[in-house]
């Protein structure tokens, strides 16, 4: 059975910093490109970051520069380094899994952290 468990958001000033995590269980998933979205109050969900098999990655243009995306396969963990937060990073974010072959099309999600970003 497919789990993924993220941890680390939470509140923060503008400016500050915050490291998400999530945890992948019931499968090897070191062929599949994994990512983070996120769905702010009133907004679309949207892709944030994603990395691919092969460690390339792709970042939303408002996150780049401040956000950094990586993967552990060793140990089926995902992390969000977020930077140089802004109150428009206010969201539940989620932690994703692509079917195999793209990261185009999520396969699996999990439940979400929240990250709250005060002016």
């Known amino acids: 059975q497919v789990q993924l468990m993220e941890s680390g958001g939470g509140s923060v000033q503008a400016g500050g910093s915050l490291r998400l995590s999530c945890a992948a269980s019931?499968?090897?998933?070191?062929?599949?490109?994994m990512g983070w979205v996120r769905q702010g109050p009133g907004k679309e969900r949207e892709g944030v970051a994603t990395?691919?098999?092969?460690?390339?990655?792709t970042y939303t243009d408002s996150v780049k520069g401040r956000f950094t995306i990586s993967r552990d396969n060793t140990k089926n963990t995902l992390d969000l380094q977020m930077n140089s937060l802004k109150p428009d990073d206010t969201a539940m974010y989620h932690c994703?899994?692509?079917?195999?072959?793209?990261?185009?099309?999520?396969?699996?999600g999990g439940q979400g952290t929240q990250v709250t970003v005060s002016s």
């Open positions: 990395i691919d098999s092969d460690y390339s990655t």
């Open positions: 994703a899994i692509y079917a195999l072959g793209g990261c185009d099309t999520i396969a699996w």
């Open positions: 019931g499968y090897t998933y070191s062929q599949f490109c």
